[in-house]
């Protein structure tokens, strides 16, 4: 597990708040069935022959960390990761095999949407249930009830059956409860994203106002960077049933982002290798040309004031002139960011067989955001010189992806502040040539 200094997001200084959380050394695991046993006889042949009918998954390995008083403490991996089993053994849905877990205050867990209503009673009645779940008594749900109800915007509703309502408002109702129960820790599993847009913009104030309140905590399994960036103090990043980093927001994004670029490319890769054994070659190549493939040289997280510099590997044979042309794709907000060109003269080869090329691309104008490389191999069209067709195309794996990540940026515009801006004229100015 590596350890990154936490960062003081708010005037906050956590390490001063008395342990609200404290995981010690948990594990946890499951029996998984590999033989089914039908009755005693077939179980008692399956135990005379060792057949244990099951192996054991282990989920967490030797969890250790602590949440203080007052954190907006963050949990992020990929699926499969172990997050939402560690949040079960927080909320004392699953008990570990192995290390403890304890809790200093009630803590309100809210890891799916809707456990605990029942849709044959009234909304009130749902409310004075899933209060009783999470073990208030009807005088604390008393008190709660016309700020659950507010929140959800459900007045008028209240007394009709869950059945007859919509799915927004039994989630709206449902993360209410949640949000508005008077607990001293929420656990949240992945819920940032319920309801319409108005309703967003209520929990986003929701969330933004108990980050200020010393006395409330907030455990967040999330996989959207943005929430964790925005809300949380610090953050831990889960990895095959293991911490793989915990410290402050942005170093656990980064990694995350970075273990997601990774298994995407063994993702593809193992795409690849099954269109090469059925078809003879990775997607988008062939005989003409085998070898197509871009690929980084400079590191896979950058800042704005770095340069990104990758390689082109190729494998082309046939003779006369031939173009690469290179295309930047925005990965998250869609889009192509940047084209060469399909006959751009500096991107005319010199040589054929199998050669490498090298370029680079600045980053300074580029706000945080994700990005990939796309190569396609052009040669003229007999018919129309000045326009190509292509021969092959650099697809998955044969791609090439990069992050940039900057304190000086944002992450919603292509292009920062710092390279483009809107500047106010008056209107005598407007109106000069």
């Known amino acids: 597990m590596n350890k990154v200094n936490a960062e003081d997001t708010s005037s906050f200084n956590y390490e ?104 044959e009673l009234t909304g009130r009645e749902n409310v004075y249930l899933n209060g009783a779940l999470l073990g208030f008594t009807p005088e604390e749900v008393d008190a709660m009830y016309d700020d659950i109800v507010e929140f959800a915007e459900l007045e008028d509703f209240m007394d009709q059956k869950l059945k007859n309502y919509s799915s927004g408002m039994q989630v709206r109702l449902a993360f209410s409860v949640a949000i508005k129960a008077q607990g001293d820790i929420l656990v949240l599993d992945e819920v940032l994203a319920v309801g319409d847009e108005a309703f967003q913009r209520k929990c986003d104030d929701f969330f933004t106002n108990i980050r200020k309140d ?85 590191k896979p997280m950058l800042t704005s004031d770095e340069t990104f510099k990758f390689g082109v590997e190729y494998q082309y044979d046939e003779p006369g002139e031939f173009y690469l042309a290179i295309a930047l794709h925005d990965i998250r907000r869609g889009g192509i960011t940047f084209d060469t060109g399909a006959k751009n003269p500096d991107f005319r080869m010199a040589k054929h067989g199998h050669q490498k090329v090298y370029f680079e691309i600045p980053m300074h104008l580029f706000n945080n955001g994700e990005f990939r490389l796309f190569t396609s191999l052009r040669t003229p069209m007999v018919s129309d010189p000045a326009n190509t067709d292509m021969v092959a195309v650099a697809l998955d794996d044969n791609a090439c992806t990069f992050v940039v990540r900057d304190a000086q940026n944002t992450d919603y515009a292509l292009i920062n502040n710092r390279s483009l801006a809107i500047t106010p004229i008056t209107e005598e100015e407007a109106k000069q040539e």
């Open 16 to 119: 001063n708040r008395p342990v609200v959380l404290d995981v010690d050394h948990v594990e946890k695991s499951f029996r998984l069935p590999t033989e089914q046993a039908s009755g005693l006889k077939q179980a008692f042949i399956n135990w005379t022959r060792g057949i244990k009918g099951y192996r054991i998954q282990t989920v967490l390995k030797d969890i250790t960390f602590q949440v203080h008083q007052g954190e907006f403490f963050g949990i992020v991996g990929r699926n499969g990761g172990g997050k939402s089993t560690l949040l079960k053994i927080i909320s004392q849905i699953y008990t570990p095999n192995q290390g403890s877990v304890t809790v200093n205050g009630k803590l309100v867990p809210f890891i799916e949407l809707g456990v605990g209503f029942n849709p």
């Open 214 to 298: 010393p006395t409330k905590t907030v455990i967040l399994v999330t996989h959207d960077m943005g929430a964790v960036k925005r809300y949380c103090t610090r953050a831990m990043l889960i990895q095959d049933g293991e911490v793989k980093v915990i410290g402050d927001r942005e170093t656990v994004a980064e990694q995350y982002t970075l273990l997601n670029l990774e298994a995407e490319r063994k993702e593809e890769a193992s795409r690849n290798k099954r269109i090469a054994a059925a078809e003879g070659y990775p997607n988008g190549l062939s005989a003409r040309c085998p070898v197509l493939r871009t690929f980084a040289v400079s």
